[in-house]
């Protein structure tokens, strides 16, 4: 494993022109090509891509085209899980989704950090990331953002649109741009 990977894995700045994570975005992009691409019938087929895709997919989860993600390896779901059309996972760092849960079309899972107040570094391409981690049971309206390093606990329901920017705790209804809490569940 090359230094720009480690690096981020490990949550440090990072140059993804590396070689290495290149080339497999590339491979990443490849199977996400032939998944996308698949007919509405290929449910077995599709399965076997996203086996090989991803981190880990578990029983009875299914996503639908288009999906998009960078890496694939880095992306977890657990059982009984559902991501509508459109999903996009941005896998600079993990992405773990627990189980039954249901996330709505258009949604997006983003990572990827890049520096705000050191120019010279953004110019030169350097970005970090941070993981996001999605509770059972959590339920994403469409067009849900989640952004780097947000954690959403378990049977909280997240409202169409919202931007979530900060962790949202278990049982919640939540909405809005930035997110907030508006009630228990």
Not at 31 to 42: H, Q, R, S
Not at 118 to 136: C, N, S, V
Not at 145 to 154: D, K, L, Q, R, S
């Amino acid at each position: 494993m090359g230094e720009q990977k480690e690096r981020m894995l490990r949550g440090e700045r990072y140059q993804d022109s590396d070689p290495e994570l290149v080339a497999e975005r590339r491979r990443a992009q490849e199977l996400v090509d032939e998944f996308n691409g698949t007919g509405a019938g290929e449910a077995e087929r599709r399965g076997r891509i996203l086996g090989t895709l991803l981190g880990r997919i578990g029983s009875g989860s299914w996503v639908m085209p288009r999906f998009q993600c960078d890496y694939g390896y880095l992306i977890e779901i657990g059982s009984n899980s559902f991501l509508n059309y459109d999903a996009i996972l941005l896998d600079c760092a993990r992405i773990t989704i627990g189980d039954d849960v249901s996330i709505g079309p258009r949604a997006q899972l983003l990572t990827a950090l890049h520096p705000m107040e050191d120019h010279e570094a953004r110019r030169a391409r350097w970005e970090a990331a941070a993981p996001i981690t999605i509770g059972d049971n959590v339920w994403f309206g469409g067009g849900v953002i989640v952004c780097p390093g947000v954690a959403v606990g378990e049977n909280t329901v997240v409202g169409a649109g919202s931007v979530v920017t900060r962790d949202l705790p278990p049982r919640v209804f939540a909405a809005g741009n930035p997110c907030r809490v508006v009630r228990e569940l």
